[in-house]
Nanobody, 127 residues
């Protein structure tokens, strides 16, 4: 079965950095778009970044452009999110997701495009 396991969250001061990782299994990793979403308390899920199956195409939420970088290693079946210059408004639970329905699909920003979600990892940025 599909499994997505996130790691790397934690508490960091504003301006600091974190690197989230997601280990995937149960599907042909190199064929599918991967993405990160986040959800802050009392708010809806929010798209953060997506990466195409080959890694050649990426897409970002406007507010994280230039600060966050999504990458993937198809040999290791992992997707990462490097987060620099963190702000208190980045505080949320971050989820790794995969679009298993469409091989070689687009870099979607809609949560309904992604069939499987990890358990999430908490990121807290203090001011």
């Amino acid at each position: 079965q599909v499994q997505l396991v996130e790691s790397g969250g934690g508490l960091v001061q504003a301006g600091g950095s974190l690197r989230l990782s997601c280990a995937a299994s149960g599907f042909t990793f190199g064929r599918h778009t991967m993405a990160w979403f986040r959800q802050a308390p009392g708010k809806d899920r929010e798209f953060v970044a997506a990466i195409s199956s080959s890694g050649s195409i990426t897409r970002y939420l406007d507010s994280v452009k230039g600060r966050f970088t999504i990458s993937r290693d198809n040999a290791k079946k992992t997707v990462n999110l490097r987060m620099n210059s963190l702000k208190p408004e980045d505080t949320a639970v971050y989820y790794c997701v995969v679009d298993t329905d469409r091989p070689y699909g687009s870099v979607w920003s809609e949560p309904d495009r992604y069939a499987y979600w990890g358990q999430g990892t908490q990121v807290t940025v203090s001011s």
